[in-house]
Protein backbone atom coordinates (compact mmCIF):
# COMPACT_ATOMS: atom_id res chain seq x y z
CA UNK A 1 0.00 0.00 0.00
CA UNK A 2 1.66 3.27 -0.98
CA UNK A 3 0.27 6.31 0.99
CA UNK A 4 1.90 9.99 1.43
CA UNK A 5 4.94 9.74 3.74
CA UNK A 6 2.43 12.28 6.36
CA UNK A 7 -0.78 10.09 5.65
CA UNK A 8 0.84 7.45 6.83
CA UNK A 9 2.98 9.28 9.93
CA UNK A 10 -0.85 10.53 11.12
CA UNK A 11 -2.40 6.62 11.05
CA UNK A 12 0.45 5.29 12.74
CA UNK A 13 0.77 8.09 15.47
CA UNK A 14 -3.38 7.36 16.05
CA UNK A 15 -2.85 3.98 16.95
CA UNK A 16 0.42 3.90 19.21
CA UNK A 17 0.17 3.96 22.54
CA UNK A 18 1.17 6.74 24.07
CA UNK A 19 4.42 6.80 26.22
CA UNK A 20 3.34 8.19 28.94
CA UNK A 21 0.63 5.16 29.00
CA UNK A 22 1.21 2.96 31.62
CA UNK A 23 0.18 0.60 28.61
CA UNK A 24 3.53 1.89 26.96
CA UNK A 25 5.29 -1.27 29.12
CA UNK A 26 4.84 -4.48 28.48
CA UNK A 27 4.48 -7.32 31.22
CA UNK A 28 3.13 -10.42 30.65
CA UNK A 29 0.11 -12.27 33.00
CA UNK A 30 2.02 -13.93 35.20
CA UNK A 31 4.07 -10.90 36.02
CA UNK A 32 7.03 -12.55 35.12
CA UNK A 33 8.55 -10.84 32.14
CA UNK A 34 8.46 -7.16 30.74
CA UNK A 35 10.02 -5.14 27.75
CA UNK A 36 9.33 -1.27 27.06
CA UNK A 37 8.98 -1.46 23.24
CA UNK A 38 10.30 1.30 21.17
CA UNK A 39 6.77 1.42 20.16
CA UNK A 40 3.32 -0.56 20.80
CA UNK A 41 0.62 0.23 18.04
CA UNK A 42 -3.31 -1.09 18.15
CA UNK A 43 -4.17 -1.50 14.64
CA UNK A 44 -8.00 -1.76 13.86
CA UNK A 45 -7.78 -2.78 10.35
CA UNK A 46 -4.99 -5.00 7.72
CA UNK A 47 -3.83 -1.62 5.68
CA UNK A 48 -2.60 -0.21 9.24
CA UNK A 49 -0.85 -3.64 9.94
CA UNK A 50 0.47 -3.00 6.73
CA UNK A 51 1.76 0.55 7.13
CA UNK A 52 3.51 -0.67 10.98
CA UNK A 53 5.38 -3.13 9.22
CA UNK A 54 6.73 -0.86 6.50
CA UNK A 55 7.82 1.40 9.40
CA UNK A 56 9.39 -1.53 10.93
CA UNK A 57 11.46 -2.69 7.96
CA UNK A 58 12.12 1.11 7.02
CA UNK A 59 13.51 1.46 10.89
CA UNK A 60 14.74 -1.85 10.44
CA UNK A 61 13.48 -3.49 13.52
CA UNK A 62 11.89 -6.41 14.82
CA UNK A 63 8.30 -6.02 14.83
CA UNK A 64 6.67 -8.49 17.18
CA UNK A 65 2.79 -9.53 17.54
CA UNK A 66 1.44 -9.93 20.64
CA UNK A 67 -2.04 -10.78 21.96
CA UNK A 68 -2.85 -10.45 25.51
CA UNK A 69 0.04 -11.42 26.67
CA UNK A 70 -0.98 -14.67 28.55
CA UNK A 71 2.29 -16.51 27.71
CA UNK A 72 4.14 -17.56 31.24
CA UNK A 73 7.91 -16.95 29.28
CA UNK A 74 9.14 -13.67 27.11
CA UNK A 75 7.77 -15.00 24.07
CA UNK A 76 5.99 -12.06 23.28
CA UNK A 77 8.29 -9.49 24.67
CA UNK A 78 11.04 -7.35 22.60
CA UNK A 79 12.69 -3.97 22.66
CA UNK A 80 11.82 -2.67 19.39
CA UNK A 81 8.32 -2.25 17.81
CA UNK A 82 4.99 -4.09 19.23
CA UNK A 83 1.80 -4.70 17.27
CA UNK A 84 -1.34 -5.77 20.04
CA UNK A 85 -3.98 -7.99 17.77
CA UNK A 86 -6.66 -7.16 20.20
CA UNK A 87 -8.59 -4.58 18.01
CA UNK A 88 -7.94 -7.24 15.43
CA UNK A 89 -11.48 -9.40 16.70
CA UNK A 90 -14.20 -9.45 14.20
CA UNK A 91 -16.03 -12.42 13.38
CA UNK A 92 -15.96 -12.47 9.53
CA UNK A 93 -18.02 -15.47 8.35
CA UNK A 94 -20.54 -18.19 9.71
CA UNK A 95 -20.48 -21.58 7.64
CA UNK A 96 -23.50 -23.67 9.40
CA UNK A 97 -23.23 -26.56 7.00
CA UNK A 98 -19.43 -26.94 6.76
CA UNK A 99 -19.20 -26.03 10.09
CA UNK A 100 -16.56 -23.58 10.20
CA UNK A 101 -16.53 -19.63 11.48
CA UNK A 102 -13.41 -16.90 9.77
CA UNK A 103 -12.48 -14.41 12.49
CA UNK A 104 -9.91 -11.91 13.52
CA UNK A 105 -6.90 -13.68 14.71
CA UNK A 106 -6.64 -11.13 17.68
CA UNK A 107 -10.67 -12.43 19.12
CA UNK A 108 -9.98 -13.55 22.50
CA UNK A 109 -12.01 -17.12 23.29
CA UNK A 110 -14.62 -15.35 25.62
CA UNK A 111 -15.64 -13.16 22.86
CA UNK A 112 -15.38 -16.14 20.26
CA UNK A 113 -17.44 -18.40 22.47
CA UNK A 114 -20.01 -15.89 22.79
CA UNK A 115 -20.30 -14.93 18.94
CA UNK A 116 -20.13 -18.89 18.68
CA UNK A 117 -23.12 -19.61 21.25
CA UNK A 118 -25.03 -16.93 18.96
CA UNK A 119 -25.12 -19.74 15.88
CA UNK A 120 -25.24 -22.72 18.40
CA UNK A 121 -22.21 -23.42 18.06
CA UNK A 122 -18.76 -23.67 20.13
CA UNK A 123 -15.22 -25.12 20.04
CA UNK A 124 -14.41 -29.01 20.25
CA UNK A 125 -11.70 -28.50 22.60
CA UNK A 126 -10.38 -26.21 24.88
CA UNK A 127 -7.78 -25.75 27.98
CA UNK A 128 -7.79 -24.28 31.23
CA UNK A 129 -8.88 -20.71 30.24
CA UNK A 130 -10.30 -18.31 27.23
CA UNK A 131 -8.82 -15.24 28.16
CA UNK A 132 -6.06 -15.30 25.65
CA UNK A 133 -6.33 -14.26 21.46
CA UNK A 134 -6.88 -16.97 18.84
CA UNK A 135 -3.93 -16.20 17.34
CA UNK A 136 -1.47 -16.79 20.52
CA UNK A 137 -3.58 -20.11 21.01
CA UNK A 138 -2.35 -20.76 17.11
CA UNK A 139 0.98 -19.91 17.25
CA UNK A 140 1.76 -21.45 20.75
CA UNK A 141 -0.10 -24.85 19.94
CA UNK A 142 -1.86 -24.38 23.37
CA UNK A 143 -3.64 -27.40 24.50
CA UNK A 144 -6.77 -28.70 26.40
CA UNK A 145 -7.04 -32.27 27.51
CA UNK A 146 -8.42 -35.15 26.20
CA UNK A 147 -6.40 -38.12 24.26
CA UNK A 148 -8.40 -38.32 20.99
CA UNK A 149 -8.11 -34.25 20.74
CA UNK A 150 -4.66 -32.87 19.16
CA UNK A 151 -3.24 -29.04 20.46
CA UNK A 152 -5.68 -26.87 19.17
CA UNK A 153 -3.79 -25.24 16.44
CA UNK A 154 -4.99 -28.43 14.71
CA UNK A 155 -8.73 -27.33 14.42
CA UNK A 156 -7.47 -24.79 12.23
CA UNK A 157 -8.10 -25.24 8.35
CA UNK A 158 -6.96 -21.95 6.74
CA UNK A 159 -5.14 -18.87 7.98
CA UNK A 160 -4.31 -15.31 6.24
CA UNK A 161 -1.22 -13.23 7.22
CA UNK A 162 0.54 -10.33 6.76
CA UNK A 163 4.55 -12.13 4.96
CA UNK A 164 7.28 -9.29 5.30
CA UNK A 165 7.64 -8.30 1.95
CA UNK A 166 4.32 -7.05 2.69
CA UNK A 167 1.95 -9.54 0.93
CA UNK A 168 -0.82 -11.09 2.28
CA UNK A 169 -1.41 -14.83 1.52
CA UNK A 170 -3.97 -17.52 2.59
CA UNK A 171 -2.36 -20.99 3.20
CA UNK A 172 -3.95 -24.37 4.17
CA UNK A 173 -3.58 -27.79 3.84
CA UNK A 174 -3.93 -27.11 0.08
CA UNK A 175 -2.54 -23.99 -0.74
CA UNK A 176 1.15 -23.16 0.50
CA UNK A 177 1.30 -26.54 2.86
CA UNK A 178 4.50 -25.93 4.12
CA UNK A 179 3.85 -22.12 5.34
CA UNK A 180 0.37 -23.38 6.75
CA UNK A 181 2.07 -26.00 8.85
CA UNK A 182 4.98 -24.20 9.84
CA UNK A 183 2.28 -20.96 11.03
CA UNK A 184 0.60 -23.37 13.31
CA UNK A 185 2.75 -23.17 16.39
CA UNK A 186 5.10 -21.01 14.38
CA UNK A 187 5.61 -18.43 17.42
CA UNK A 188 4.80 -15.77 15.31
CA UNK A 189 7.83 -15.96 13.15
CA UNK A 190 6.31 -16.72 9.84
CA UNK A 191 4.25 -13.71 9.77
CA UNK A 192 1.16 -11.77 11.04
CA UNK A 193 -1.74 -13.73 10.89
CA UNK A 194 -4.81 -12.41 9.78
CA UNK A 195 -7.56 -14.14 10.07
CA UNK A 196 -8.14 -17.97 11.01
CA UNK A 197 -10.62 -20.32 9.96
CA UNK A 198 -11.38 -22.55 12.64
CA UNK A 199 -13.42 -25.75 12.45
CA UNK A 200 -16.31 -26.10 14.99
CA UNK A 201 -18.99 -27.88 16.51
CA UNK A 202 -22.46 -27.78 17.24
CA UNK A 203 -22.76 -26.17 20.83
CA UNK A 204 -22.79 -29.14 23.58
CA UNK A 205 -22.68 -29.50 27.20
CA UNK A 206 -20.25 -31.60 29.09
CA UNK A 207 -20.73 -33.32 32.18
CA UNK A 208 -17.37 -33.62 34.70
CA UNK A 209 -17.20 -36.20 37.39
CA UNK A 210 -14.28 -35.24 39.76
CA UNK A 211 -12.74 -37.76 42.53
CA UNK A 212 -9.72 -38.55 44.12
CA UNK A 213 -7.36 -41.40 44.12
CA UNK A 214 -3.52 -42.48 45.33
CA UNK A 215 -1.06 -41.66 43.15
CA UNK A 216 0.01 -45.55 42.92
CA UNK A 217 -3.20 -46.31 41.81
CA UNK A 218 -3.59 -43.80 38.89
CA UNK A 219 -0.37 -44.87 37.81
CA UNK A 220 -1.18 -48.74 37.85
CA UNK A 221 -4.68 -48.10 35.90
CA UNK A 222 -3.28 -44.93 33.68
CA UNK A 223 -3.84 -46.44 30.35
CA UNK A 224 -6.90 -47.50 31.19
CA UNK A 225 -8.12 -44.56 33.45
CA UNK A 226 -6.48 -41.90 30.95
CA UNK A 227 -9.04 -43.09 27.91
CA UNK A 228 -11.57 -43.76 30.26
CA UNK A 229 -13.44 -40.41 28.54
CA UNK A 230 -13.05 -38.06 25.92
CA UNK A 231 -11.69 -35.27 28.49
CA UNK A 232 -9.34 -36.48 31.30
CA UNK A 233 -7.41 -34.89 33.49
CA UNK A 234 -5.42 -34.74 36.97
CA UNK A 235 -3.65 -32.42 39.31
CA UNK A 236 -1.39 -34.41 41.45
CA UNK A 237 -0.16 -33.09 44.68
CA UNK A 238 3.01 -34.64 45.58
CA UNK A 239 3.28 -33.93 48.94
CA UNK A 240 -0.07 -36.21 49.80
CA UNK A 241 0.40 -38.78 47.32
CA UNK A 242 -2.88 -37.88 46.00
CA UNK A 243 -4.54 -36.88 42.46
CA UNK A 244 -7.37 -35.10 41.67
CA UNK A 245 -9.43 -36.41 38.84
CA UNK A 246 -11.16 -34.96 36.69
CA UNK A 247 -13.48 -36.94 33.81
CA UNK A 248 -15.61 -35.09 31.37
CA UNK A 249 -17.81 -36.38 28.29
CA UNK A 250 -20.75 -35.06 26.32
CA UNK A 251 -23.66 -35.21 28.04
CA UNK A 252 -27.82 -34.65 27.24
CA UNK A 253 -28.24 -34.52 31.08
CA UNK A 254 -29.68 -31.31 32.69
CA UNK A 255 -27.12 -28.27 33.57
CA UNK A 256 -25.96 -29.10 37.08
CA UNK A 257 -23.59 -26.45 38.14
CA UNK A 258 -22.64 -25.73 41.65
CA UNK A 259 -24.18 -23.69 43.73
CA UNK A 260 -22.50 -20.35 44.70
CA UNK A 261 -20.47 -20.88 48.10
CA UNK A 262 -19.17 -17.59 48.13
CA UNK A 263 -17.59 -17.38 51.84
CA UNK A 264 -15.77 -20.71 51.35
CA UNK A 265 -14.54 -19.36 47.98
CA UNK A 266 -13.20 -16.47 49.45
CA UNK A 267 -12.28 -17.68 52.25
CA UNK A 268 -9.98 -20.82 50.27
CA UNK A 269 -8.73 -18.55 48.20
CA UNK A 270 -7.11 -16.06 50.67
CA UNK A 271 -6.32 -18.97 53.48
CA UNK A 272 -4.44 -20.44 50.51
CA UNK A 273 -2.49 -16.97 49.81
CA UNK A 274 -1.81 -15.88 53.49
CA UNK A 275 -0.01 -19.64 53.08
CA UNK A 276 1.49 -19.43 50.38
CA UNK A 277 2.88 -16.09 51.75
CA UNK A 278 4.22 -17.60 54.94
CA UNK A 279 5.63 -20.62 52.65
CA UNK A 280 8.12 -17.69 51.38
CA UNK A 281 9.77 -17.63 54.19
CA UNK A 282 9.02 -21.17 56.12
CA UNK A 283 9.29 -23.19 52.87
CA UNK A 284 8.29 -26.60 54.68
CA UNK A 285 4.49 -24.85 55.31
CA UNK A 286 4.08 -25.76 51.51
CA UNK A 287 4.51 -29.32 52.49
CA UNK A 288 1.00 -28.83 54.46
CA UNK A 289 -0.34 -26.04 52.56
CA UNK A 290 -0.35 -28.87 49.96
CA UNK A 291 -1.49 -31.53 52.19
CA UNK A 292 -4.36 -29.12 53.47
CA UNK A 293 -6.17 -28.05 49.90
CA UNK A 294 -5.48 -32.18 48.93
CA UNK A 295 -8.12 -32.53 52.16
CA UNK A 296 -10.68 -29.53 50.48
CA UNK A 297 -9.90 -31.22 47.04
CA UNK A 298 -11.03 -35.04 48.11
CA UNK A 299 -15.01 -34.36 47.89
CA UNK A 300 -16.05 -35.94 44.83
CA UNK A 301 -17.71 -33.43 42.37
CA UNK A 302 -20.03 -33.22 39.70
CA UNK A 303 -20.74 -30.89 36.92
CA UNK A 304 -23.06 -30.22 34.01
CA UNK A 305 -22.50 -27.03 31.91
CA UNK A 306 -21.79 -24.94 28.68
CA UNK A 307 -18.61 -26.81 26.99
CA UNK A 308 -16.76 -23.73 28.03
CA UNK A 309 -17.59 -23.47 31.24
CA UNK A 310 -16.53 -27.42 31.90
CA UNK A 311 -13.57 -27.15 29.94
CA UNK A 312 -12.31 -23.79 31.30
CA UNK A 313 -11.45 -24.03 34.95
CA UNK A 314 -11.21 -20.77 35.93
CA UNK A 315 -14.68 -19.97 34.81
CA UNK A 316 -15.87 -21.85 37.94
CA UNK A 317 -13.71 -19.28 39.95
CA UNK A 318 -14.93 -16.36 37.97
CA UNK A 319 -18.46 -17.47 38.55
CA UNK A 320 -17.71 -17.86 42.43
CA UNK A 321 -17.99 -21.25 42.69
CA UNK A 322 -16.96 -23.47 45.27
CA UNK A 323 -13.53 -23.92 46.71
CA UNK A 324 -12.56 -27.13 45.20
CA UNK A 325 -12.13 -26.48 41.37
CA UNK A 326 -11.01 -23.20 41.79
CA UNK A 327 -8.32 -24.22 44.32
CA UNK A 328 -6.92 -25.92 40.89
CA UNK A 329 -7.37 -22.94 38.79
CA UNK A 330 -3.76 -22.28 37.08
CA UNK A 331 -4.48 -18.48 37.30
CA UNK A 332 -5.75 -17.66 40.39
CA UNK A 333 -2.45 -16.02 41.39
CA UNK A 334 0.05 -14.40 39.51
CA UNK A 335 2.73 -17.52 38.79
CA UNK A 336 5.30 -18.97 37.01
CA UNK A 337 4.67 -22.15 34.93
CA UNK A 338 6.52 -24.32 33.04
CA UNK A 339 5.24 -27.48 31.29
CA UNK A 340 6.56 -30.30 29.17
CA UNK A 341 4.66 -32.88 26.93
CA UNK A 342 5.91 -36.05 27.57
CA UNK A 343 4.99 -39.20 24.90
CA UNK A 344 2.28 -40.68 26.29
CA UNK A 345 4.04 -44.21 26.66
CA UNK A 346 6.86 -43.33 29.31
CA UNK A 347 4.59 -41.04 31.00
CA UNK A 348 3.85 -43.42 33.72
CA UNK A 349 7.70 -44.19 34.09
CA UNK A 350 8.45 -40.41 34.34
CA UNK A 351 5.64 -39.54 36.64
CA UNK A 352 7.10 -42.21 39.08
CA UNK A 353 10.50 -40.48 38.20
CA UNK A 354 8.90 -37.42 39.29
CA UNK A 355 7.43 -38.97 42.10
CA UNK A 356 10.58 -40.56 43.41
CA UNK A 357 12.26 -36.93 42.98
CA UNK A 358 9.38 -35.13 45.42
CA UNK A 359 9.73 -37.70 47.88
CA UNK A 360 13.56 -36.85 48.10
CA UNK A 361 13.08 -33.70 48.44
CA UNK A 362 10.86 -33.80 51.38
CA UNK A 363 12.78 -36.14 52.90
CA UNK A 364 15.79 -33.67 52.92
CA UNK A 365 15.55 -31.10 55.50
CA UNK A 366 17.19 -28.17 52.73
CA UNK A 367 15.25 -29.78 50.01
CA UNK A 368 12.90 -28.06 47.69
CA UNK A 369 9.07 -27.68 49.32
CA UNK A 370 7.22 -26.88 45.98
CA UNK A 371 3.76 -25.39 45.46
CA UNK A 372 1.42 -27.60 43.99
CA UNK A 373 -0.13 -29.29 42.04
CA UNK A 374 1.25 -30.63 39.20
CA UNK A 375 -1.18 -30.29 36.40
CA UNK A 376 -1.39 -33.52 34.04
CA UNK A 377 -3.14 -33.68 30.71
CA UNK A 378 -3.31 -34.93 27.15
CA UNK A 379 -3.41 -34.72 23.55
CA UNK A 380 -3.65 -36.67 20.50
CA UNK A 381 -0.35 -36.12 18.05
CA UNK A 382 -0.73 -34.08 15.26
CA UNK A 383 1.51 -33.00 12.16
CA UNK A 384 1.66 -29.57 13.28
CA UNK A 385 5.73 -29.29 12.50
CA UNK A 386 7.30 -27.55 16.05
CA UNK A 387 4.19 -28.53 17.95
CA UNK A 388 5.01 -30.32 21.06
CA UNK A 389 2.56 -33.03 20.36
CA UNK A 390 4.35 -33.60 16.89
CA UNK A 391 3.86 -37.39 16.01
CA UNK A 392 2.82 -38.73 18.99
CA UNK A 393 -0.21 -39.28 21.81
CA UNK A 394 1.28 -36.81 24.57
CA UNK A 395 0.96 -36.50 28.50
CA UNK A 396 1.41 -33.13 29.72
CA UNK A 397 3.02 -32.46 32.77
CA UNK A 398 3.00 -28.85 34.14
CA UNK A 399 4.42 -27.21 37.56
CA UNK A 400 3.79 -23.24 38.58
CA UNK A 401 5.35 -21.51 41.63
CA UNK A 402 2.44 -19.02 42.56
CA UNK A 403 3.38 -15.29 43.26
CA UNK A 404 1.25 -14.94 46.66
CA UNK A 405 0.49 -10.73 46.37
CA UNK A 406 2.77 -10.55 43.50
CA UNK A 407 5.90 -11.69 45.42
CA UNK A 408 8.51 -13.01 44.37
CA UNK A 409 9.37 -16.86 44.71
CA UNK A 410 11.77 -19.32 44.03
CA UNK A 411 11.48 -21.73 41.17
CA UNK A 412 14.55 -21.66 39.01
CA UNK A 413 16.16 -24.76 40.85
CA UNK A 414 12.75 -26.62 41.17
CA UNK A 415 11.96 -25.79 37.00
CA UNK A 416 15.70 -26.98 36.32
CA UNK A 417 15.35 -30.11 38.29
CA UNK A 418 11.92 -30.58 36.80
CA UNK A 419 13.16 -29.92 32.97
CA UNK A 420 16.20 -32.69 33.27
CA UNK A 421 13.54 -35.57 34.55
CA UNK A 422 11.11 -34.19 31.66
CA UNK A 423 13.83 -34.03 29.13
CA UNK A 424 15.40 -37.14 29.84
CA UNK A 425 11.75 -38.90 29.47
CA UNK A 426 11.94 -37.64 25.55
CA UNK A 427 9.59 -34.35 26.89
CA UNK A 428 9.56 -31.03 24.76
CA UNK A 429 8.73 -28.11 26.23
CA UNK A 430 5.56 -26.04 26.06
CA UNK A 431 7.00 -23.02 23.82
CA UNK A 432 5.15 -20.63 25.62
CA UNK A 433 6.23 -21.25 29.00
CA UNK A 434 9.52 -21.18 30.83
CA UNK A 435 12.12 -23.18 29.54
CA UNK A 436 15.65 -23.21 29.27
CA UNK A 437 17.07 -22.64 25.21
CA UNK A 438 17.86 -25.96 23.35
CA UNK A 439 20.17 -25.71 20.84
CA UNK A 440 19.28 -25.90 17.16
CA UNK A 441 20.76 -29.44 17.16
CA UNK A 442 18.74 -30.68 20.49
CA UNK A 443 15.54 -29.67 18.83
CA UNK A 444 16.52 -31.35 15.37
CA UNK A 445 16.70 -34.19 17.40
CA UNK A 446 13.06 -33.43 19.48
CA UNK A 447 10.90 -32.14 16.36
CA UNK A 448 11.66 -33.95 12.56
CA UNK A 449 10.55 -31.18 10.78
CA UNK A 450 12.90 -28.81 12.16
CA UNK A 451 15.07 -27.64 9.11
CA UNK A 452 11.86 -27.71 7.61
CA UNK A 453 10.39 -24.71 9.74
CA UNK A 454 13.87 -22.83 10.03
CA UNK A 455 13.89 -23.38 6.13
CA UNK A 456 10.00 -21.60 5.36
CA UNK A 457 10.90 -19.20 8.22
CA UNK A 458 13.73 -17.78 6.46
CA UNK A 459 12.43 -18.18 2.46
CA UNK A 460 9.30 -15.87 4.02
CA UNK A 461 11.08 -13.48 6.65
CA UNK A 462 14.94 -13.46 5.20
CA UNK A 463 15.71 -10.51 6.84
CA UNK A 464 13.77 -11.59 10.09
CA UNK A 465 11.54 -8.79 11.08
CA UNK A 466 8.90 -10.89 12.73
CA UNK A 467 11.81 -12.90 14.55
CA UNK A 468 12.19 -11.47 18.25
CA UNK A 469 14.77 -11.59 20.66
CA UNK A 470 13.35 -15.45 22.07
CA UNK A 471 12.90 -16.75 18.37
CA UNK A 472 16.03 -16.07 17.81
CA UNK A 473 17.52 -17.26 21.56
CA UNK A 474 15.04 -20.33 21.63
CA UNK A 475 14.56 -21.73 17.87
CA UNK A 476 17.26 -20.51 16.14
CA UNK A 477 20.36 -20.63 18.97
CA UNK A 478 21.49 -17.30 18.17
CA UNK A 479 22.95 -15.62 21.11
CA UNK A 480 23.60 -18.51 23.47
CA UNK A 481 26.77 -20.34 24.36
CA UNK A 482 26.76 -24.06 24.69
CA UNK A 483 28.12 -23.66 28.39
CA UNK A 484 25.01 -21.73 29.06
CA UNK A 485 22.93 -24.20 27.38
CA UNK A 486 23.79 -26.83 29.24
CA UNK A 487 24.08 -24.49 32.42
CA UNK A 488 20.90 -23.90 32.18
CA UNK A 489 19.39 -26.96 32.71
CA UNK A 490 21.70 -28.32 35.30
CA UNK A 491 21.78 -26.24 38.12
CA UNK A 492 18.76 -23.83 37.13
CA UNK A 493 20.49 -20.45 36.19
CA UNK A 494 18.92 -19.70 32.72
CA UNK A 495 15.87 -21.54 33.42
CA UNK A 496 14.38 -18.26 34.56
CA UNK A 497 15.34 -16.97 31.11
CA UNK A 498 16.44 -14.06 32.84
CA UNK A 499 17.26 -11.88 29.90
CA UNK A 500 19.95 -9.27 29.52
CA UNK A 501 21.33 -9.11 25.99
CA UNK A 502 18.12 -8.43 24.45
CA UNK A 503 16.83 -5.08 27.14
CA UNK A 504 13.88 -8.11 28.15
CA UNK A 505 13.46 -8.25 32.13
CA UNK A 506 12.80 -11.07 33.67
CA UNK A 507 10.95 -8.83 36.87
CA UNK A 508 11.65 -11.66 39.26
CA UNK A 509 14.13 -11.25 41.45
CA UNK A 510 15.45 -14.19 43.43
C1 LIG B 1 -3.53 -18.60 33.21
C2 LIG B 1 -3.02 -19.27 31.97
C3 LIG B 1 -3.61 -20.46 31.55
C4 LIG B 1 -3.13 -21.09 30.41
N1 LIG B 1 -3.69 -22.28 30.05
C5 LIG B 1 -3.17 -22.97 29.02
C6 LIG B 1 -3.69 -24.24 28.65
O1 LIG B 1 -4.66 -24.73 29.24
N2 LIG B 1 -3.08 -24.91 27.63
C7 LIG B 1 -2.00 -24.39 26.97
O2 LIG B 1 -1.45 -25.06 26.09
N3 LIG B 1 -1.52 -23.17 27.26
C8 LIG B 1 -2.07 -22.46 28.26
N4 LIG B 1 -1.57 -21.22 28.56
C9 LIG B 1 -0.59 -20.60 27.64
C10 LIG B 1 -1.34 -19.73 26.61
O3 LIG B 1 -2.36 -20.43 25.97
C11 LIG B 1 -0.36 -19.24 25.53
O4 LIG B 1 0.70 -18.58 26.13
C12 LIG B 1 -1.04 -18.31 24.51
O5 LIG B 1 -0.10 -18.03 23.50
C13 LIG B 1 -1.47 -17.00 25.11
O6 LIG B 1 -2.21 -16.25 24.16
P1 LIG B 1 -2.02 -14.68 24.06
O7 LIG B 1 -3.12 -14.12 23.27
O8 LIG B 1 -1.82 -14.12 25.43
O9 LIG B 1 -0.66 -14.60 23.26
P2 LIG B 1 0.67 -13.79 23.62
O10 LIG B 1 1.24 -14.35 24.87
O11 LIG B 1 0.37 -12.36 23.60
O12 LIG B 1 1.57 -14.19 22.39
C14 LIG B 1 1.99 -15.53 22.26
C15 LIG B 1 2.64 -15.77 20.93
O13 LIG B 1 1.68 -15.67 19.90
C16 LIG B 1 2.15 -14.80 18.88
N5 LIG B 1 0.99 -14.18 18.27
C17 LIG B 1 -0.11 -13.70 18.89
N6 LIG B 1 -0.99 -13.26 17.98
C18 LIG B 1 -0.42 -13.44 16.76
C19 LIG B 1 -0.83 -13.18 15.43
N7 LIG B 1 -2.01 -12.63 15.14
N8 LIG B 1 0.01 -13.50 14.44
C20 LIG B 1 1.21 -14.05 14.68
N9 LIG B 1 1.64 -14.33 15.92
C21 LIG B 1 0.83 -14.03 16.94
C22 LIG B 1 3.07 -13.84 19.58
O14 LIG B 1 3.99 -13.28 18.70
C23 LIG B 1 3.73 -14.78 20.57
O15 LIG B 1 4.73 -15.48 19.92
C24 LIG B 1 -2.04 -20.53 29.66
C25 LIG B 1 -1.47 -19.32 30.09
C26 LIG B 1 -1.96 -18.71 31.22
C27 LIG B 1 -1.32 -17.43 31.69
Redesign the pocket.
Known amino acids: MSLPRQTSDDILAAITVPSSSPRATFI ?3 RTFSCRPLAIFEPENEEQCELVLDLAKREKRVL ?9 SD ?2 CTGDFMLR ?1 TK ?1 NRLLEVNLEKLYVVVQ ?2 I ?1 LTDLHVELAKHGLAMRN ?4 S ?3 L ?10 SGITYP ?2 SADVSALTLLLADGSRVRCSRDERRDLFLATLC ?3 AT ?4 TIQLQVERAFWLKDEQCSRTFDDLIENFDEIVRSAEHVRFWWIAASHTVKCSVVNRTTEPKRPLIPWFWRSLMAFHVVQFLLFLGRYLPYLNTLTGRFVAWLASKPVTLIDDSHTIFNV ?1 CRVRACFPVLPSLFA ?2 IYPQH ?1 T ?1 FALPLALAPTCLRALGAWMDAEALNPAGLRPHFPFEI ?1 FSGGDDIWLSPGYGRDTC ?1 VGIAQYKPYTLPVPYRTLFAKFAAICLAHQGRP ?1 W ?2 AHAPLSPEALRGMYPRYDDFVRVVKGVDGEGV ?1 R ?1 E ?2 RRQVFGEGITDGELEGGREDGKGVGLEERRFRIRDVYTE
Open positions: NWGRAVGVGHSPLATLAGTLGSIDQTGGIVTTASHGVMGLGGLILEPSTERWHAKWNYV
